[in-house]
Every structure is written in structure tokens, then in C-alpha cells.
């Protein structure tokens, strides 16, 4: 039941989709270093379900690599941030990328990465602002033309393009104009060409509720780790996004500080995967990370409802212990189903395996 993508009349999983990207970054790094590459640590949101890091974890093999490690990205800035300094901070990694967010806060003491608490949203990133600029786009070219130009697929692909170039602009300026020559052919068979001045104002406007969706989230996280704002020694910021003025202006009143400028947040995940990987390949492991579970891993009872056995936030690795009676007297076998995720119903959660346990004497 998984999704396929079609190219050129044949179909790939995603993870097929995810290996051709780690293919050629795999012959990016071979042609650098002039030898053959074999090995990898792949990053992934913090707030991945175990589905998805399998997932991950077979498009690392599809493309040939034996993945050394799954690393979290915040988990991964951190190390970039505070790898061989000596470091005994408090710190929060702001990660907003263009389909993610994460917020993690982590405790780092003499080269010794703690993660306290993990929070995130996989809906929420850089492609929403797109999606925001591009609406309004279209409405305006609706209203002015009386054509919807998301109905022609090339039309909107030039829409989400010079939605996404507008985006990057107004991370270095006010103002940007959008100019799109030939958007469209009308019935009357003539272009429609697509002019818009969009200011930084205007652009703050149209994504602040989601950028107030990112501080949601930072609430439950510090909550979680049981700090306020003033606990914290550094802010790093991750992701092309937190580039955009509006965000690391938001990111500033939110923790009452102003995020660490010396980290570059494009590279800062793929330099703590790199020390990392260095770590696990040596005879000497420089840093140690801790790191915690992102959702709850609960078991399916009856009622259609889930009972946590490991809570989100719980350190790694963990051994816990439940126990359960059987729903009805004189079972001799019972099927139990492991979910992952954060609500009380399961069919809300990620089910991530089941197994049966049989052989039981009947009760009397």
C-alpha cells in the first residue's frame, strides 16, 4: 500500500526516489575524495516515526551505501556547534527546513550531547511559505485574468518556482518583484503574463500563523525538558529558512536572545553527521550522544485505544516493562500490535509491527 511515484511511464517507491538523491551525492563525494565511498550517517528530522527512518535506512542501501548510523538533525547541529569545545551549555536547535520543523533541546557537557526533549511537526516548512506566495499569485491572477492558473499544470509549476525564487530574495531583500512572462494561453488563444511587487511586510503577513505554529511547538519541547528561555546558553538555527529575516527576528523575541551567527545553517547538520561518522570509523569515540525518543511507543488494547510503554522523551537506549491481561478469559493466544505516536486512539497512530504470542494455558 505504498505510495509510487510515475517518471517517464515507470513507477519508484520513495525510497527508490530518496536513493537516486543519495546516489549522486554518494559520486559528488567519491569524485572529491578520489576514492570509493561505502559507508554513511543519513540525518533525518528528530521527529521521524520508525517507518520513516527504515524508510531512510533502505534508500542509503538502494544506493549502495551501508548506513553506519540514523542521526537526528538537531542532534547533528549540535555536534557541529559543539564538537571539541569544551562546551557546558544548554541549547536549543531551531530546525525549520522545506517540509520539516524540529525543535530540540539538548544538554552538552565537556563533548557529551544530551537530548532532554524533542519536539516537531513533518508538516510544517519552507514549501508552506512557497504555498502561501503562490496562492496569492494565483488569486490575483484570477481576479485581474478570470483564469485559475492551478488548473494548468506547467502554469502552476512556473507559479511554484517563482514563489520559491521570491522566498529566497526576501531573505537579503524588502522588496522583490515577481515578473512571469507567458504564465498561461488564454481561450481567446493570447499569453497572459503575470506581474507582482511583493514586500517583506507583505510576505510576514501571509506566513505569521505559521510561524507561530514553530512556537507552539517550542513550548511543548520546553516543557518538556522542564527549562524556560532563560535556561538557555545558545539558540542554533538550522534550515535555508531561518534565513528570512522575519524568522530569525521572531526566533530572537521568542528565546530573548539572539540565535548564533558563526553557524552556518545550510552546513551545520552535514558537519555533525561528518564528525559523527569519523567517530563511529576511529578506535576512539570523541562524543558521546544521548539521545531520546520522538513519539510515544504504545500497544494496541482493546476499544480501539493505545497503552504508552515508552514515553516520548524517554532517554536511549531503554528496557521498560508493562503488564497486560488478555481482553477475555481462556484466550490461548494474543495478538499484539505496536503503535507509535502521540494519541490515545490507534488507528491515529503509526503501526509499526505486530506479532502474536500463543501456546497459553487456558485460565480455569
Sequence with gaps: HGVRIRVREEDFSLPEVSAMVLREMKQIAEARLNQEVTKAVITVPAYFNDNQRQATKDAGQIAGLEVLRILNEPTAAALAYGFGKGLDQKVAVYDLGGGTFDISILEIGQDIFEVLATCGDTFLGGDDFDDRILDMLADGFVAKEGINPRKDPYAFEKLKVAAEAAKKSLSVDDEVEI??????????????????????????????DLVQRTFKVCDEAMQQANVTVRDLDGIILVGGPTRLPIIRDAVTKYFQQEPKADVDPDEVVSIGAAIHAASLVSDT?????????????????AGGLCEPVIECNTPLPIEQSRKFSPFKDHQESVRLKVYQGGSRQAEQNELLGQFEFSGFTPGL
Excluded at 481567446?188 to 506581474?195: A, F, N, P, Q, V
Excluded at 570523541?286 to 494496541?300: K, N, R, S, Y
Design 179 to 208: 515578473r512571469i512572462p507567458d504564465v498561461l494561453v488564454g481561450e481567446d488563444g493570447k499569453t497572459r503574463s503575470l506581474e507582482h511587487t511583493i514586500t517583506a511586510v507583505e510576505f510576514g503577513a501571509l506566513i505569521q
Design 285 to 301: 569515540s570523541d562524543a558521546v550522544l544521548l539521545d531520546v525518543t520522538p513519539l510515544d511507543l504504545c500497544i494496541g488494547v
